[in-house]
């Protein structure tokens, strides 16, 4: 079966800190991939996908991400994080012309201020 | 403004009983979807339905119901027959479904009593 694996489950860091979280997807065909974030409160939202070209997406916020495909991985990546990052990150794959995605367990990342 | 509406934002419920979360969209979308939230996994499929008058089973339909009689609308039926009900209900919608990227309401909160 499809699966998203996500590495990390909470993550602290500080401000200013650098921020990688690890997904990896199990499907080896032709994959669109998508991180999402759920502050506080608030709705989910996306952050950045990816459908083709260009491996490397950059989304809101300072977000990018990066597609491997030798690796089965779309690691979101921030070099600075800011307090107002504090909330829950999804990653997810679909598989074209299914509509369905498949979301990972989600990571929760605090930053300190 | 376009959106998803979900209602109500909590919901409580004695066991044994049927409740319908209401999903509502102006966004024009076909494809909608229903998601339930439990702490570390992440978000998994209950329904999903491309167009109205059709749906299809997701990953986790047992114990669940659900209606496309409108384009806008897709409520969900939690049944007696749901063992673990209580939980947070994200529903979402998409463009035709070549195109991957859902929108997010803002989810219902249910607990069965």
């Known amino acids: 079966a499809q699966s998203v694996s996500q590495h990390n489950h909470h993550v602290i860091l500080s401000e200013a800190a650098s921020l990688e979280l690890g997904c990896n997807y199990s499907y080896g065909g032709t994959v669109n991939l998508f991180w999402y974030v759920q502050y506080p409160g608030q709705h989910l939202q996306l952050l950045l996908k990816y459908f083709s070209g260009d491996p490397l997406v950059k989304g809101i916020k300072g977000f990018e991400a990066e597609f491997i495909k030798s690796k089965f991985s779309f690691n979101l990546r921030k070099p600075s994080v800011q307090w107002s990052d504090t909330a829950e990150y999804f990653c997810?794959?679909?598989?074209?012309?299914?509509?369905?995605?498949?979301f990972g367990q989600g990571t929760t990342l605090q930053v300190k201020p | 403004d376009g959106g998803i509406t979900q209602s109500p934002k909590y919901l409580f419920r004695k066991e044994g009983q049927n409740v319908t979360l209401s999903c509502e969209q102006n966004l024009n979308h076909d494809a909608m979807y229903w998601y339930r939230q439990d702490p570390g996994q992440g978000l998994r499929l209950i329904y999903y339905?491309?167009?109205?008058?059709?749906?299809q089973k997701g990953d986790i339909a047992e114990g669940y119901s659900v209606s496309r009689e409108k384009k806008e609308s897709f409520p969900l039926t939690v049944t007696s027959a749901q063992k673990n009900p209580t939980a947070f209900y994200l529903c979402?919608?998409?463009?035709?479904?070549?195109?991957?990227?859902?929108?997010f309401g803002p989810g219902t909160r249910l607990t069965v009593l």
């Open positions: 997810a794959s679909s598989f074209r012309n299914t509509g369905k995605l498949i």
């Open positions: 339905s491309q167009i109205v008058n059709d749906f």
């Open positions: 979402a919608s998409s463009k035709p479904i070549s195109n991957n990227e859902q929108f």
